[in-house]
């Protein structure tokens, strides 16, 4: 026990030092192992309660590897998340800080803000559905603390499954005006078509996902709350963005989101 809880802190020092100094680092699964995915949502944890110590504000969480290609590629069956921080909101800046970033990636996916809390012992497809105020078109952009993306489940995981910035659009649609999981995606980059998808991409339905991620998020004993923005996973491969670059989404049926990246890293 002493020695993983030691294995834990090393990985949280790491991926602390690792984005305070803006230089990747060797993957943690060196200290977790690839399995233990309890000890990876502790260094998760752990790198949160830093961060909310030092005046953090939570606004929502992302789920990650809702694809069933990224889940066979790692070896898992089942979604992970991570936690939305509000200085990750890059929507109203007119240009995403490139210098923020270590080595960023674009996806487009539907984000869900709610209307309540997501805390009761019998949530079910309808709950979760009478929970969302509405949807909003998302540019997630992932980004690891990892040298050269090589991760596995527990460096993912508790790397706060490679988050970075997220952008949402302006198009606000509660869910009677469409079905997520009927929605197609395109995504381009300076006018290129990079990736395409759709609703049934995300867990078959991206309310799925947010199902999911409500039942563990209570059983972890820290539920989604009203006025939470949950990013719901990709609905298309995700693409690599360079400084400069323009990324922007369409997703039928919800509306467009569009981020422009600095030109540079200063």
């Known amino acids: 026990m002493t020695d993983r809880a030691e294995a834990i802190t090393a990985a949280v020092d790491r991926l602390r030092t690792a984005a305070e100094k803006g230089q990747p680092c060797a993957p943690v699964r060196e200290l977790l192992g690839t399995a233990d995915l309890d000890a990876a949502y502790r260094v998760q944890r752990g790198l949160t309660e830093h961060r909310l110590a030092a005046g953090a504000v939570v606004t929502g969480r992302k789920i990650g590897l809702t694809s069933p290609a990224v889940q066979q590629q790692l070896?898992?069956?089942?979604?992970?998340?991570?936690?939305?921080?509000?200085?990750?909101?890059?929507?109203?800046?007119?240009?995403?800080?490139?210098?923020?970033?270590?080595?960023?990636?674009?996806?487009?996916?539907?984000?869900?803000?709610?209307?309540?809390?997501?805390?009761?012992?019998?949530?079910g497809l309808s709950a979760v559905r009478a929970a969302v105020a509405y949807a909003v078109p998302a540019l997630?952009?992932?980004?690891?603390?990892?040298?050269?993306?090589?991760?596995?489940?527990?460096?993912?995981?508790?790397?706060?499954?490679?988050?970075?910035?997220?952008?949402?659009?302006?198009?606000?649609l509660p869910l009677d005006a469409f079905e997520p999981r009927e929605v197609t995606m395109r995504m381009y980059a300076d006018s290129t078509l990079v990736s395409e998808g759709n609703g049934t991409a995300c867990l078959g339905d991206p309310l799925n996902a947010l199902l999911w991620l409500a039942r563990t998020a209570r059983d972890y004993g820290d539920p989604l709350r009203a006025g939470q923005v949950v990013l719901s996973g990709a609905l298309g491969p995700m693409v690599?963005?360079?400084?400069?670059?323009?990324?922007?989404?369409e997703i039928s049926g919800l509306g467009t989101v569009s981020a422009t990246f600095t030109a540079n890293h200063s």
Request: hydrophobic share 45%; net charge negative.
């Open 140 to 172: 997630e952009i992932v980004d690891s603390r990892v040298a050269d993306w090589d991760i596995s489940l527990t460096d993912t995981v508790a790397d706060n499954a490679s988050s970075g910035l997220y952008v949402l659009g302006e198009t606000w």
């Open 75 to 123: 070896g898992v069956d089942q979604p992970d998340f991570g936690v939305l921080f509000a200085d990750m909101d890059a929507s109203g800046l007119a240009e995403v800080p490139t210098s923020r970033l270590l080595q960023p990636k674009a996806e487009a996916e539907i984000a869900f803000v709610l209307a309540k809390d997501l805390d009761r012992d019998d949530l």
């Open 240 to 249: 690599s963005v360079s400084p400069g670059m323009t990324v922007s989404a």
